[in-house]
């Protein structure tokens, strides 16, 4: 699949069953076993993994949300910075992000519902 995919932004077509996909991500979980996942990860200090895969994964779904990916990026940029030059400090910026993150979704999940129930 990979030697087909030989200019940039043209997504491969499957060479066994011939299907077309929307996206490089669809593609590539076309390839691959039941129950296998493809999340390729940045082993930073601490032992802590940066999930690329997922992190690119975030960004191509949410690349019409311009305000969403300056978050994803700049929260991204800063973990990488802490890694680096605060090692101890990573656990506590970590979970502050999630926490951020996950506030965030309960919030908007919140609102659904109260709209939903009016």
């Known amino acids: 699949m990979v030697n087909d995919w030989n200019k ?10 011939g299907q077309n996909f929307s996206n490089i991500f669809d593609a590539i979980g076309h390839f ?17 993994r940066l999930m690329i895969g997922s992190l690119l994964r975030s960004i191509y779904e949410n690349r019409f949300s311009p305000k969403l990916i300056s978050e994803i990026t700049q929260s991204t940029y800063f973990t990488l910075f802490t ?8 656990n506590q910026t970590v979970e ?23």
């Open 8 to 17: 940039w932004g043209e997504v491969p077509i499957c060479p066994d069953c």
């Open 32 to 48: 691959l076993e039941d129950g296998e996942v493809f999340d390729p990860a940045l082993v930073l200090p601490g032992n802590y």
């Open 83 to 90: 890694a680096e030059t605060e090692p101890d400090l990573i």
């Open 96 to 118: 502050d992000i999630i926490v951020d993150t996950e506030m965030e979704n309960f919030d908007v999940q919140l609102k659904r519902l109260f709209k939903n129930g009016e």
